[in-house]
């Protein structure tokens, strides 16, 4: 257990120790392989024993899930009431993932959480203003973008908070005026103001504040912390030069102040952008990139799908997942931010047809298993 919390909170989050790494590894795949019946199955039929990860090179024979495959399969590893928070994906295909997290896996991700907000030096004792460009906190809603924002509002005591999304008896409602109103009367305040969620909430209010003209001058010590729906940006004409250039006219923030996240619902791991802009990887966590088609494990620079490696999560089989987004994986020295693990550049969304073509290689692979 001891070395399962060194592992995820490790004072420097990008510092990895191979040996540690692969021991938790192989240690919680035979857990989930003894808890989760339909896993053993998944991994008998692949022929895979977690001893045969034995070096780094061999994390990727772990057979992955697809997130497809567990938006359609809840495999659990304890027993549902064990369960004390559950979050879902936001859904923008119609089916959900429900991820639920046992006490050690919650309290685990918190505080790996924390230590990664804290080397990127988000964490502050200045009390904050947030202007939260997502969901509100709602009983009726287990969303884990909302939850994920909401947990980012804690890294600053906050003065206030406000949310583009508001909960309301029948559902969400936009609040985007409300949003702009609300920026306008804590701009006078000259206390910081952080803005967290998603980028196109984010472009819509720069977009509205240069409609009307206006120029503020935000405490030099705001912050803008962007994720979960980065990918809007690519479908906009909007770039990420244009964004920091609005950010610094409409709100006086420097580009070094903007932070990027990315995360899935099924990979509940938060990785931050560095000085240069690139994904680095935590020393918790491994990144596979695969072709699109037979599925192996390709070189760095090679896009194919994004696939992530990580021991963080108990209560559900999460070992390896690989999700329906495109990336290519670069080493870390060719980043030049001083972080030397490697780094993901995420290309966008795979097409439909890619996605069904995997999903038919593991149904091939480990035959077609529901339930648990
Ligand atoms: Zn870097």
Same mark, same amino acid.
């Given at each position: 257990?001891?070395?399962?919390?060194?592992?995820?909170?490790?004072?420097?989050?990008?510092?990895?120790?191979?040996?540690?790494?692969?021991?938790?590894?192989?240690?919680?795949?035979?857990?989930?392989?003894?808890?989760?019946?339909? +896993? *053993? %199955?998944?991994?008998? @039929?692949?022929?895979?024993?977690?001893? #045969?990860?034995?070096?780094?090179?061999?994390?990727? &024979? /772990?057979?992955?899930?697809?997130?497809?495959?567990?938006?359609?399969?809840?495999?659990?590893?304890?027993?549902?009431?064990?369960?004390?928070?559950?979050?879902?994906?936001?859904?923008?295909?119609?089916?959900?993932?429900?991820?639920?997290?046992?006490?050690?896996?919650?309290?685990?991700?918190?505080?790996?959480?924390?230590?990664?907000?804290?080397?990127?030096?988000?964490?502050?004792?200045?009390?904050?203003?947030?202007?939260?460009?997502?969901?509100?906190?709602?009983?009726?809603?287990?969303?884990?973008?909302?939850?994920?924002?909401?947990?980012?509002?804690?890294?600053?005591?906050?003065?206030?908070?406000? +949310? *583009? %999304?508001?909960?309301? @008896?029948?559902?969400?409602?936009?609040? #985007?005026?409300?949003?702009?109103?609300?920026?306008? &009367? /804590?701009?006078?305040?000259?206390?910081?103001?952080?803005?967290?969620?998603?980028?196109?909430?984010?472009?819509?209010?720069?977009?509205?504040?240069?409609?009307?003209?206006?120029?503020?001058?935000?405490?030099?010590?705001?912050?803008?912390?962007?994720?979960?729906?980065?990918?809007?940006?690519?479908?906009?004409?909007?770039?990420?030069?244009?964004?920091?250039?609005?950010?610094?006219?409409?709100?006086?923030?420097?580009?070094?102040?903007?932070?990027?996240?990315?995360?899935?619902?099924?990979?509940?791991?938060?990785?931050?952008?560095?000085?240069?802009?690139?994904?680095?990887?935590?020393?918790?966590?491994?990144?596979?990139?695969?072709?699109?088609?037979?599925?192996?494990?390709?070189?760095?620079?090679?896009?194919?799908?994004?696939?992530?490696?990580?021991?963080?999560?108990?209560?559900?089989?999460?070992?390896?997942?690989?999700?329906?987004?495109?990336?290519?994986?670069?080493?870390?020295?060719?980043?030049?931010?001083?972080?030397?693990?490697?780094?993901?550049?995420?290309?966008?969304?795979?097409?439909?047809?890619?996605?069904?073509?995997?999903?038919?290689?593991?149904?091939?692979?480990?035959?077609?298993?529901?339930?648990?």
């Amino acid at each position: 257990m001891h070395q399962r919390i060194t592992l995820f909170t490790g004072k420097n989050p990008y510092v990895a120790d191979e040996g540690v790494f692969l021991d938790e590894l192989r240690r919680h795949v035979r857990f989930h392989v003894e808890h989760c019946s339909v +896993y *053993a %199955l998944l991994l008998k @039929k692949s022929s895979f024993t977690p001893e #045969q990860v034995a070096r780094e090179e061999d994390v990727h &024979r /772990i057979p992955p899930l697809t997130t497809l495959y567990l938006k359609r399969n809840r495999l659990l590893s304890m027993p549902e009431r064990k369960l004390l928070l559950q979050a879902t994906s936001s859904g923008t295909r119609g089916s959900v993932s429900r991820i639920g997290f046992d006490c050690s896996s919650m309290l685990l991700g918190l505080a790996m959480a924390a230590r990664m907000f804290a080397y990127h030096g988000l964490i502050s004792l200045r009390p904050a203003h947030y202007i939260i460009l997502g969901y509100e906190p709602s009983k009726q809603s287990d969303l884990g973008a909302m939850k994920s924002a909401y947990g980012a509002s804690w890294f600053a005591p906050a003065l206030s908070r406000t +949310y *583009a %999304l508001k909960s309301t @008896k029948n559902g969400y409602v936009e609040n #985007q005026a409300g949003v702009k109103n609300a920026l306008l &009367r /804590i701009a006078k305040s000259n206390a910081p103001v952080r803005f967290i969620g998603f980028p196109a909430y984010f472009a819509f209010l720069l977009r509205e504040l240069e409609k009307d003209g206006i120029a503020l001058a935000l405490n030099p010590h705001s912050r803008v912390l962007l994720g979960g729906g980065w990918k809007q940006f690519t479908s906009e004409a909007f770039t990420l030069e244009q964004l920091q250039t609005m950010v610094k006219r409409h709100l006086g923030i420097p580009k070094e102040r903007i932070h990027e996240f990315f995360s899935a619902a099924e990979h509940p791991l938060a990785y931050c952008k560095c000085s240069r802009g690139h994904f680095h990887i935590p020393a918790y966590s491994r990144v596979i990139i695969r072709d699109t088609h037979s599925l192996e494990s390709l070189a760095f620079g090679e896009a194919g799908l994004l696939n992530f490696v990580s021991p963080l999560v108990k209560s559900m089989p999460l070992v390896s997942v690989m999700t329906d987004d495109l990336a290519t994986l670069h080493e870390g020295e060719t980043c030049g931010c001083g972080i030397q693990t490697p780094y993901f550049v995420p290309l966008g969304r795979a097409g439909v047809r890619s996605i069904q073509t995997c999903s038919a290689v593991i149904a091939e692979r480990g035959g077609e298993m529901r339930g648990k």
